[in-house]
């Protein structure tokens, strides 16, 4: 008597309307098809308060994918585990295990085994998305972690206070919050004592130390 294929549709579960394939059934699915199958994950950030990881999956002779997930304390309790189980959830799904029910996949990396509530599917906005894009790009560049952008990000915008806020801003905010983690920018206090993103001094001693970054 031959086993019984694996069969995800057993394990679907209702999250607010749409179903979801838990990154477990994934990972069994997938085991049960490729039992040689190689994932590496790889914590590429961790502070106090946030975590970002890197999985690899790998099938010989089949392909291989990668998935990052990042997760904050102030999200979620056990934040690093999280953040792991986000990255193997999406390589997974990439593969092609449970993508038709990997909600992380088109909601932003919101969900990973948490029944959270899922916001509804907004409009692209390219100029919106250039602008994440160049902040994601420009704190690689000059090595800002999370916590770092999000207290920057609170001195001007006091609601920001955690990294789902950062999705509050605009993207004219957006833009001028990468020009102050690559320096072109700085904050300072106006006469009002209100803090503002303004030009960055011009540096005439060429002595960066004497050209600070923030006011």
Known sequence: MSTPRFDPNVHLID???KKYLPVAARLAWLREQHPEAMIVTTLLERSDTFA????LVSVEGHGSATGHGSETKADFGDFI???????????????????LHALELDEGGSVADAPVA?????PVDPELELARAALVEAMKAESWTMPRVLETAGWVWPHVKA???LGTLTAVQLGRLTEVITGESVIHLDTRGTRRIMPAPVNLTNDPEKSPAMR
Not at 118 to 122: D, E, G, H, S, Y
């Open 163 to 165: 990294k789902a806020d």
């Open 81 to 99: 585990e999280k953040a792991e189980t986000k990255a193997v959830g999406r390589a997974i799904a990439m593969l092609g295990y449970g993508t």
């Open 52 to 55: 970002l990881f890197q999985a």
């Open 15 to 17: 999250l607010k309307g």
């Open 118 to 122: 899922v916001m509804a599917k907004q």
